[in-house]
């Protein structure tokens, strides 16, 4: 929008949506669509974020529920949103020159695009841009979906969406959506490369070749706004790069709240993250007493697999004093630890952009991670030699390449206390705004 581009929005209503901006969102007019056999009636409405138009598809029996997505009906809910979207172009305050979906959820809108245009003759000169967020997730159901839920006809099997699984004939969105879009994005440069590689790409490496030549890594970014030390309530004080005694006392504050012993000197670590497997809790896990070796305290805030969840528990019942386990999820609590922490401890196994890193970086609170995907691209090494570094990186996912970073993290800690200022600096005052994020999007758009 700052380049000058009109932009707008259109998602499902949520019920979280609803119950957080429903004064701010009016009822536009009621709308059908028709999926296949079933028309399905719906509400427009409408609301304003930042000066953007944000549209949003009511239907109370799809979209008010506790959970946004990962219910049964799954497949008719978002083939129901992807065909509103189509169905409602042409009908918003302009036609739009570029449609750019996210995720296997929307992936439908950009295949009913094309779909469409065969018979649209307003709908030919829109091009469309898909961006994946974890390939992982890739919308995958049974074949008979193809016309009973989506209501394509059954060329579009070998037109792009026919996916063998398994042994089973199946359908793949995710598929379908990266080789009909006229550009492909993930989130970060160093993701892109390696969803070539069939360790990342979770079976669709062949597909990730096949469009290479439009796929692009923009690596997300962060409300530099939303995220300063220097302004945010949640913390107990406040700081900035040049006065850091705020957090200091956001540190002491922490370790008094959370039963660690109260000590300035020792360096406090923190795990802030959803605890399974590919973000590396098992690397954790199986360093975990030659990592408290080091002296360091740590504190643990996420929900996750069961087996990590009293893993750390445990560790917290043994190591009293040392090691805190916040079990559960709180944007508060999470903001306390990124200012009051003086280490982060991210070895994800794979991690396509990652942002805990750059909020971390941001408190001031120095990262640990893995050299993966989004890691990568933001967290630049600050060992021997680097003058511009902002953390530490390890390469292979080890519990030794691991522990061995964390000891050289905990002795620039205590032996080097102006060098570690300086790297607490260098990552509280990098530019990770969606501003520069968006000027690679503007890029794409105009390319097209």
């Known amino acids: 929008?700052?380049?000058?581009?009109?932009?707008?929005?259109?998602?499902?209503?949520y019920k979280m949506t609803r119950d957080r901006f429903e004064n701010e969102i009016t009822f536009v007019k009621k709308c059908s669509c028709q999926l296949g056999e079933r028309t399905i009636e719906y509400g427009l409405c409408r609301g304003e974020l930042s000066g953007v138009t944000v549209w949003f598809i009511e239907h109370e029996h799809f979209f008010h529920r506790p959970r946004l997505y990962g219910y049964g009906?799954?497949?008719?809910?978002?083939?129901?949103f992807s065909r509103a979207v189509v169905d409602l172009i042409g009908q918003y305050d302009h036609m739009p020159e570029i449609l750019h979906c996210n995720d296997w959820e929307t992936a439908l809108s950009v295949i009913y695009l094309k779909n469409d245009a065969v018979v649209r003759d307003e709908l030919k000169p829109i091009k469309s841009v898909y961006t994946i967020h974890n390939i992982a997730y890739q919308g995958q159901f049974g074949e008979r979906d193809l016309t009973e839920v989506f209501a394509l006809p059954q060329g579009w099997y070998d037109g792009g969406l026919g996916y063998e699984f398994e042994g089973r004939q199946d359908i793949n969105l995710m598929k379908g959506a990266m080789l009909v879009s006229d550009a492909v994005t993930t989130v970060s440069p160093t993701y892109a490369m390696q969803l070539h590689d069939s360790a990342y790409?979770?079976?669709?490496?062949?597909?990730v070749s096949a469009v290479s030549y439009k796929l692009h890594g923009v690596l997300n970014g962060i409300d530099m706004t939303a995220y300063d030390p220097a302004v945010d309530n949640a913390i107990p004080a406040v700081y900035t790069p040049e006065e850091m005694e705020g957090k200091a006392k956001c540190k002491a504050d922490l370790q008094v709240s959370l039963g660690l012993r109260e000590d300035p000197e020792v360096p406090v670590m923190a795990i802030v993250s959803r605890l399974v497997g590919h973000k590396g809790v098992d690397l954790v896990c199986g360093g975990f007493d030659k990592m408290m070796e080091t002296g360091a305290q740590l504190v643990v805030l996420g929900k996750g697999d069961e087996y990590y969840e009293d893993f750390f528990r445990s560790q917290a019942y043994r190591y009293g004093g040392r090691v805190a386990a916040q079990i559960t999820y709180s944007d508060a609590l999470s903001r306390r630890i990124y200012a009051g922490a003086d280490l982060f401890l991210m070895p994800s196994k794979s991690e396509p952009c990652g942002l805990s890193q750059m909020i971390a970086m941001r408190y001031g609170t120095v990262p640990i991670v893995r050299k993966t995907g989004g890691l990568a691209d933001s967290v630049k090494s600050c060992q021997v030699g680097q003058e511009d570094g902002t953390g530490l990186l390890f390469n292979d996912y080890k519990v030794e390449d691991m522990l061995g970073v964390i000891h050289q993290a905990v002795q620039l800690y205590h032996g080097d206390r102006a060098g570690f200022g300086m790297v607490q600096k260098r990552g509280m005052t990098y530019d990770f705004s969606w501003k520069r994020s968006a000027e690679d999007y503007h890029n794409i758009y105009q390319n097209l």
């Open 1 to 13: 929008k700052q380049a000058g581009d009109n932009i707008e929005i259109i998602v499902p209503y």
């Open 73 to 80: 009906d799954d497949s008719l809910r978002f083939a129901f």
């Open 201 to 207: 790409a979770h079976g669709l490496e062949s597909i």
